[in-house]
């Protein structure tokens, strides 16, 4: 097992374009979460999945943001119309939730640069 | 709201220095604390982690941690620095709902 992986690693888009990110996690890591970074601050928490079900969003995720994960494996997050502001480094990490303990791996992240 | 502070923002050492990092956290509920590390150019690390029990833990790389429930503290030690530890340290505390809470980070530079 490779870790978590996180597809395209760079991404230099117009505004107003749509992009997609990719993530795929450890394998039967049953949660998966979003994070941005954006320079000189900790990552942020976007949304998180069990499984398939997304259990939680934050408001900073507007309407122009989705993420799925259709079959409980990999996840993709999609921004719709971006922004210069949303440039940042979007971080996936994956998790095996099991009694008490639930500990986070991170992917390399995609970079985002909106132009 | 749950938030996180990390009291520096960048530290600097010479080798063989003794380091301490200064996180504090508001929650007061069941806390687990963590600790991540980004060398330059990687991704983020684990580098320890704190559930339950004793509230020393010991990490990668010599690096431990004291969580101090009376002071909502959760501080990173390390007795003698490398110049390898180079890196931006953050502090995390795990929401109650799964997500990590992350301090603004430390960046570390340690002098050869």
């Known amino acids: 097992d490779t870790g978590v992986s996180q597809n395209p690693r760079h991404k230099i888009t117009k505004r107003g374009q749509n992009v997609t990110f990719r993530c795929d996690p450890i394998?039967?890591?049953?949660?998966l979460y979003w994070y941005r970074q954006t320079l000189g601050q900790g990552p942020e928490f976007l949304t998180y999945f069990q499984n398939e079900a997304q259990l939680e969003k934050s408001r900073l995720l507007s309407d122009r943001f989705s993420a799925e994960r259709p079959k409980g494996s990999f996840s993709t997050l999609e921004i719709q119309r971006t922004e210069q502001g949303d440039s940042a480094m979007y971080l996936c990490?994956?998790?095996?939730?099991?009694?008490?303990?639930?500990?986070?791996?991170f992917g390399p992240g995609t970079r985002l640069t909106v132009l | 709201a749950q938030s996180v502070s990390q009291h520096n923002h960048h530290v600097i050492l010479s080798e063989a220095a003794s380091l301490e990092l200064g996180c504090n956290y508001s929650y007061g509920g069941t806390v687990n604390l963590f600790w991540y590390v980004q060398y330059p150019g990687q991704h983020l690390q684990l580098l320890l982690k704190y559930f339950s029990g004793d509230p020393l833990v010991k990490g990668i790389k010599g690096f431990e941690a004291e969580f101090i429930k009376s002071k909502f503290s959760f501080n990173l030690r390390k007795p003698s620095v490398q110049w390898s530890d180079t890196a931006e340290y953050f502090c995390?505390?795990?929401?109650?709902?799964?997500?990590?809470?992350f301090g603004q980070g430390t960046e570390l530079s340690v002098k050869p």
């Open positions: 995390a505390p795990l929401h109650q709902g799964g997500k990590l809470i």
């Open positions: 394998s039967e890591h049953n949660r």
């Open positions: 990490a994956s998790s095996y939730l099991a009694a008490s303990t639930d500990t986070q791996y």
